[in-house]
């Protein structure tokens, strides 16, 4: 096997920019706790009587909006976290 050849799932280089301050580290994260927090509170609720089986006081525009709110904000933490300098 070649020593130079790089497998498919190699990591590409991020940037190598200068680290962020703690300050705009908290900052990023208490943004993304407060909008996670919101998406959770009108999911939360909906899930809970859905996975109990009380289908009637299920808001299916607050289930689906608020797992799509939290997957939005995880998804955006996520690109945020790989952009980060190693």
């Known amino acids: 096997m070649d020593a130079t050849r790089t497998t498919s799932y190699a990591v590409e280089v991020v940037n190598k920019g200068t680290?962020?301050?703690?300050a705009s580290i908290f900052l990023w994260l208490a943004l993304?706790?407060?909008l996670?927090?919101?998406?959770?509170f009108f999911l939360w609720p909906n899930l809970?009587?859905?996975l109990y089986g009380?289908?009637?006081e299920v808001s299916v525009?607050?289930?689906l909006g608020g797992a799509a709110?939290?997957?939005a904000v995880l998804w955006a933490l996520g690109r945020w976290v790989r952009?980060?300098?190693a």
């Open 61 to 63: 525009p607050g289930l």
């Open 36 to 40: 996670g927090g919101l998406a959770t």
């Open 83 to 85: 952009r980060l300098p």
């Open 32 to 34: 993304f706790l407060a």
């Open 54 to 56: 009380r289908l009637d």
């Open 69 to 71: 709110a939290l997957g």
């Open 19 to 22: 680290p962020p301050s703690t």
């Open 48 to 50: 809970s009587h859905l």
